[in-house]
């Protein structure tokens, strides 16, 4: 497999839970795959810019749209992201 038009077969030819798998892992490793000449791999797309810019418009008009975190909140955060890296399955 070498050319893109390959590469692009291959990926729709995988079932759809192996192309979650494949999605996760390019966003996981964006940074190492792009050429530095590309950027950092941090840029966001522009339709993802005017969408965090319309939430947070949208809580600035309206602050009763904010929910507040627990303390504990980002720990059990930090724990769900890896759990779901390790492989495990949440039980809630």
Known sequence: MSTLAEIES?????AP???????????ENRCELLPAEAGDGTEIAEAQRREVLRRRDELLANPA???????DYFNRLRQTVADVRAGKASAG
């Open 65 to 71: 749209l904010a929910q507040r975190f627990d303390d």
């Open 17 to 27: 839970a192996e192309r979650v798998r494949f999605v996760q892992w390019l966003d």
């Open 10 to 14: 291959a990926v729709l030819e995988l």
